[in-house]
């Protein structure tokens, strides 16, 4: 069953999600708008985008991301 809109923490930070929740571009993790902000501040960021929107005119509806980048 999918959590998305019952789970109360980010999975990637484990702030409350009060102020509001999103999807990656990333990973299917639900994030929080501050681990977004910081999301899209990614190099990688645009590429992700774009993969998923690939995917989505592929028929592809649930697309697992193209894997979050391990920043040192």
């Known amino acids: ?36 902000r910081k999301e899209k501040q990614m190099d990688e960021y645009t590429a992700a985008c774009d993969a998923e929107n690939a995917a989505v005119r592929r028929g592809e509806k649930n697309f697992s991301g193209v894997g979050l980048p391990n920043k040192k």
Do not use: A, H, V, W
């Not at 959590?3 to 102020?19: A, H, N, P, V, W």
């Open 1 to 36: 069953m999918d959590t998305f809109f019952s789970q109360t923490k980010c999975d990637r930070c484990g702030k409350e999600l009060t102020d509001g929740r999103t999807m990656s571009m990333f990973n299917t993790e639900c994030i929080c708008l501050e681990c977004k």
